[in-house]
């Protein structure tokens, strides 16, 4: 008896002992960490609990001891512990590049996991050498290539053949898997379908030759040929082609020289494109945003940004102005005075041993419709569609969202804010293609075919700007993976205040954007860089959630405009070569007597819009008070041209 009670307690005791032990086979931990580690940059790491099924143990709240990383010195002494089955620990960093383990253990168990971290000034080699590269060679697409692949081989463990292959495979193919980038392909496909048809059927020449009718007077031609520009807003390059071949002989006529035409095509093309809210440049422009704010987890609408960058956008707002008073004051300064002086004395709208730039593209099959009618409706009725049904589509799916959330009463803002921007491009850019082959094809201007063929051909005149948006995606995402962005915010953290950032970013995005001739590939290059520069910086600095919008707006729209002004006076932009050939002007001229006027327009934008804007003044004191500079400049700096009336 006295052995079973006995043989009974040690049962007991046993038993109570195994209880009271901790069963570390019933846990396990995951640790995430980023796939790249930068040595001394912070990253957040994450430790999750789970048991032998592999699901989360929501109870689980131990105190965990971590080791193989360092912690800031005011966070190293506050004790770390799980919460509902999780420990996630922020800005740990590892002090030294190579191989490293990091490990985690508590009462009931431990885990390590080996990773490793590679010196922080790689993180910035890809966007830095696809830089480099775009101002050596002026190829876009080679740069940003070269840029991706550079970045794979950081990231898959130095592997140099396998880079090559994990560019298609894992970055190129991951920026098409998502459905917004999709989206974004799908509705400028079809917007430069509709472009291609209208272009063929005579209706963009038939709303030119509507304008032309009040172009009788020197001031009348410089001013209808800037309002033009307003009409053609769809495409930069179908705007400098059909307004330069056609005012071309009303302007010789009315003695106005060749590069004051090709100026206002110039700076009337890619200024008017970039601010519409409706182009060949939206969705390009919006899939830049859209990826940068997704790297700063932002909950903002991209085309809700895109809309209220507008007003941010100084150099195109005041280019376009300049424009203006120069043709309405009938004023010029510099070099473009002297040409403009000897056009309306002698007649001689080209100076003497110039040499005017020929087509040798063929633009000039781009805009010609051969036997066929220009009517202005063929152009003006699917650009009508386009934007009625983008507006319509703007408005129903956001209304339907707010309703959908309770809300009864709300703003315009808040419409567009929660709408499917996307969707609504869509069936905008479809619907007006619908609309220009219907109408093409009931006048019997072109057989459907030839319509088809129209549209094809407009849809393949957008390949190369796809191509390039795809490669920006990519490199972006090599960006986010290589914490680019956390290691500039370590190196310039206390040395930049967060509101210089927009006047720096424009400066930066103008010197790459002239040197390489393009405002696409510089856009790709800075927008996945500036956007979690700024929002960091804001952070860093104290900012309000207001001023930081103001920080972050200010960024984005620094980097569209800088790009513009870039391209705008670039000698080896396609856009500044396009006017130069449409207008039959010397190209060397054209570029020496417009860039003063570029210049003039980023110098005051810089002034009194980007500074002042990030402290918080509102743009439209901006635009107005930078409206108010330039008529003085003009008045008093500006001199009439002599000779004829205006």
């Known amino acids: ?39 001394d940059v912070g990253f957040t790491l994450e430790v999750i609990a789970k048991d032998t099924a592999g699901n989360v143990i929501a109870g689980f709240n131990e105190v965990a001891r971590l080791q193989g990383v360092t912690r800031s010195s005011e966070k190293e002494a506050s004790p770390l512990s799980f919460t509902n089955g999780k420990l996630v620990v922020d800005d740990v960093t590892i002090n030294a590049s190579g191989r490293h383990t990091i490990s985690v253990s508590t009462q009931s168990g431990s885990e390590a996991v080996t990773t490793r971290a590679i010196p922080g000034f790689l993180s910035i080699l890809p966007p830095l050498i696809a830089i480099v590269l775009a101002l050596t060679l002026r190829q876009v697409v080679i740069s940003l290539f070269t840029g991706i692949y550079v970045g794979a081989v950081f990231i898959f ?30 509705f400028s496909m079809l917007f430069g379908g509709m472009v291609g048809v209208i272009s063929r059927n005579g ?168 036997d066929k009618p220009a009517r ?14 983008g507006l319509y589509g703007l408005y129903t799916t956001g209304t339907a969202a707010l309703a959908a959330d309770g809300k009864t009463s709300y703003g315009i803002g808040e419409i567009i804010s929660k709408s499917d921007s996307y969707s609504s491009l869509l069936w905008a850019s479809l619907s007006g293609c619908f609309v220009a082959i219907l109408l093409t ?35 972006g995402a090599v960006t986010e993976e290589l914490q680019t962005a956390g290691y500039l915010v370590q190196v310039l953290r206390g040395t930049i205040a967060p509101h210089w950032l927009p006047v720096l970013v424009f400066l930066i995005a103008a010197l790459i954007s002239f040197s390489t001739g393009t405002s696409w590939g510089t856009m790709a290059i800075m927008m996945p860089l500036v956007i979690p520069l700024g929002s960091t910086l804001s952070i860093d600095a104290g900012l309000s959630s207001t001023d930081q919008i103001i920080i972050l707006h ?30 039959a002007c010397d190209h060397i001229d054209h570029v020496r007597t417009q860039l003063p006027y570029a210049v003039l327009a980023a110098v005051v934008g810089m002034l009194v819009g980007d500074i002042p804007t990030a402290y918080g003044v509102s743009p439209w004191i901006s635009i107005a008070v930078g409206t108010v500079i330039l008529i003085l400049v003009m008045r008093f700096v500006g001199k009439k041209v002599e000779g004829v009336r205006v």
């Open 1 to 39: 008896m006295i052995r079973v009670l006995s043989s009974l307690a040690i049962v007991i005791f046993s038993g109570a002992l195994l209880c009271a032990q901790p069963v570390s086979s019933s846990v396990t931990f995951e640790i995430k960490t980023p796939s790249v580690i930068l040595a």
């Open 157 to 186: 463990d130095f592997d140099v053949i396998g880079g090559i292959f994990r560019v298609v495979d894992h970055f190129v193919v991951k920026a098409l898997s998502e459905p917004s980038h999709v989206q974004i392909i799908v």
């Open 203 to 370: 209706g963009t020449v038939g709303i030119a030759n509507v304008i032309t009718r009040y172009a009788r007077t020197a001031r009348g031609g410089q001013l209808s040929t800037l309002f033009m520009a307003f009409v053609i807003f769809f495409d930069d390059y179908a705007n400098c082609l059909i307004r330069g071949n056609l005012m071309r002989p009303i302007t010789d006529k009315l003695r106005i020289s060749r590069e004051k035409l090709s100026f206002i095509v110039d700076a009337g093309a890619a200024t008017v494109a970039s601010i519409m809210i409706i182009s060949t440049w939206i969705g390009y422009e919006v899939g830049l945003i859209e990826q940068g704010l997704k790297m700063i987890n932002s909950s903002e609408d991209a085309y809700a940004v895109f809309l209220q960058t507008i007003p941010y956008r100084f150099y195109p707002i005041f280019t376009l102005i300049l424009v203006f008073l120069v043709g309405f004051m009938g004023r010029d300064f510099g070099p473009m005075l002297a040409a403009e002086r000897r056009a309306r004395t002698t007649g001689k709208v080209m100076r003497d041993g110039a040499q005017p730039a020929t087509d040798l593209t063929e633009s000039a099959t781009y805009i010609a419709t051969g």
């Open 376 to 389: 202005w409706y063929n152009g003006f009725l699917p650009i009508l569609t386009v934007l009625v049904v």
């Open 441 to 475: 094809v009931s006048q019997r201007i072109m057989k459907l075919t030839e319509a088809i063929d129209a549209w094809s051909n407009g849809i393949k005149s957008m390949l190369l700007a796809m191509l390039i948006l795809i490669l920006a995606w990519s490199i």
């Open 554 to 583: 200010g960024v984005i729209s620094s980097v569209l405009a800088g790009a513009v002004f870039g391209d705008h006076c670039s000698p080896i932009s396609d856009t500044t070569i396009l006017s130069s050939m449409a207008s």
